[in-house]
């Protein structure tokens, strides 16, 4: 799935279809793909894995997207379903903030003879424009805003160690497993019985294991029928 930075969205694209995903409110929208013709000066970041969600990690705080950016298979069912588990993931602000370095495997379509993905960034003029004026704002703060500094360096601080606990959790725990094409939340037992439910397999796993079905909502959402997320790239569900 290649991944796509806009100066308002991030954009995940895979096959025909788009999720399009606000940097500024956190929103998502299903679109055609053909729309990234629409998108202000895309660049392509590199390749991921599949979709684990969003999250808020406080009130305060902008939404986070949480992908798969490496994936082991562990083994294969009867039927041949493939089994991963989750290695490293890539958690990108859904934000005006310019993402750090992904480390993402490059996409030939388009780093065709690069090594790095181009990141959108200001140019050097516009950067020393920035940096002067934060100086001037800098040397002219009164008491009032000095509390508003302090308030928003604390709040990073409370971002970082957040987002550091969260790259552990998934990197450190190798406990995160899912199939795109299994249920392994329910027994072989259990899902023989409801071989004629219609509904898409996200709507029948048991949710004790349904790992990131908080993450998702937002996606089930928009598409209840799963037709984006039955694309191979969507983490399904955990086993642990």
């Not at 606000?22 to 202000?40: C, H, K, N």
């Not at 993402?104 to 003029?125: A, M, R, V, W």
């Not at 995160?176 to 899902?191: C, E, H, I, K, M």
Request: aromatic residues 10%; glycine residues 6%.
């Amino acid at each position: 799935m290649e991944l796509f930075q806009a100066k308002d969205h991030y954009i995940l694209q895979q096959g025909e279809r788009a999720l399009w995903c606000s940097r500024r409110d956190g929103g998502l929208q299903l679109r055609p793909a053909t729309d990234l013709l629409l998108a202000w000066n895309p660049i392509c970041l590199g390749l991921v894995e599949g979709v684990i969600g969003k999250i808020q990690l406080h009130s305060d705080l902008p939404w986070w997207l949480i992908l798969i950016r490496q994936k082991a298979l562990v083994g294969k069912l009867p039927g041949d379903h493939e089994v991963c588990k989750v290695t490293k993931i890539a958690v990108l602000s859904l934000s005006e903030m310019e993402p750090q370095d992904l480390d993402l495997e490059l996409c030939k379509k388009h780093h065709f003879g690069i090594n790095k993905p181009e990141k959108i960034i200001p140019s050097p003029d516009d950067s020393k424009f920035l940096l002067k004026t934060f100086t001037h704002i800098k040397s002219n703060v009164s008491a009032p805003n000095k509390k508003k500094v302090k308030e928003s360096k604390e709040k990073e601080k409370l971002e970082r160690r957040l987002l550091e606990e969260l790259l552990k959790m998934f990197m450190d725990a190798e406990s995160f497993y899912y199939s795109l094409t299994y249920d392994l939340t329910n027994s072989v037992q259990r899902q023989s019985t409801g071989e004629s439910d219609p509904r898409p397999l996200w709507q029948k796993v048991d949710d004790r294991f349904f790992w990131n079905k908080y993450m998702i909502r937002d996606l089930t959402e928009i598409d209840p029928g799963c037709g984006f997320l039955d694309y191979p790239h969507y983490p399904g569900f955990c086993a642990d």
